[in-house]
């Protein structure tokens, strides 16, 4: 896909979040009439196409249980991530949206350190720029994908899956058993398989340039 640009990333989430330029204004919190995105949802980070079971560095689970209309109509959503493995554990706010980038659609995805600094932790794009179906229909998400430590340096380059286990928004990040677990993680990587000719990788220069500048996203 086309390079997207982190500082328009940036940019783009907090216009969708504030309603525009100039002084901040109040989200459009109408209830959404369809779940483009409630659930819960498995996630997993690795770094080697060729090898993705054998190169995960983080792995964990994910509930959107808020949704709201963002300036451009579009739909967006937000919630709580657990980054579950490698020890310790991780938890914090997450964002999912589709925004326009470049003048492309692309579904982005946010997690946040759980920290007063309000640095991301990890962001990944989408690689088509939509959701896709696995082979029973569920929902998944496969892209390029960076993770940052506090200071808003590089920590990882990879690439980023994650797929819908339940639509269930009440759900908690650490419900799902070991077995519900290798389930999604097996659906996972089967749908990562048929997605890999569309993986790609940004300059991740721009990715640490630009995510020293967001910020979590609120209503």
């Known amino acids: 896909m086309k390079k997207l640009f982190l500082p328009l990333l940036s940019s783009a989430l907090l216009l969708a979040a504030c309603g525009g330029g100039g002084s ?20 997993v980070l690795f770094t080697d196409l060729a090898k993705p079971e054998t190169s995960v560095v983080g792995e964990g689970t994910v509930i959107f249980n808020g949704e709201y209309k963002g300036r451009e109509g579009q739909m967006l959503g937000d919630g709580t991530y657990l980054k579950a493995r490698p020890m310790p554990e991780m938890r914090g ?3 999912i949206g589709e925004l326009t980038l470049d003048g492309q659609k692309a579904l982005t995805n946010a997690f946040f350190h759980d920290s007063s600094e309000v640095k991301s932790y990890l962001i990944a794009i989408d690689a088509d720029g939509a959701f ?10 496969a892209g390029e994908a960076a ?9 990882t380059e990879g690439y980023f899956g994650m797929v819908r286990t339940n639509i269930d928004p009440n ?11 290798a389930v999604a993680k097996a659906r996972l ?10 993986l790609s990788r940004s300059d991740m220069g721009e990715l640490k340039d630009g995510a020293a500048q967001l910020e979590r996203l609120r209503r």
Not at 132 to 141: A, Y
Not at 147 to 155: A, H, I, Q, R
Not at 171 to 181: E, F, I, R, Y
């Open 189 to 198: 990587m089967a749908a990562l398989e048929t997605s890999q000719p569309s």
């Open 147 to 155: 993770t940052f430590n506090l200071s808003g340096d590089v920590e």
């Open 24 to 43: 901040p204004q109040p989200a459009d919190t109408t209830p959404p009439k369809s779940t483009a995105y409630q659930g819960q949802y498995y996630w």
């Open 132 to 141: 896709s179906p696995d082979e029973k229909g569920n929902p998944f998400f």
């Open 93 to 95: 706010e997450a964002f």
């Open 171 to 181: 759900a908690k990040t650490s419900t799902l058993s070991s077995n519900q677990k």
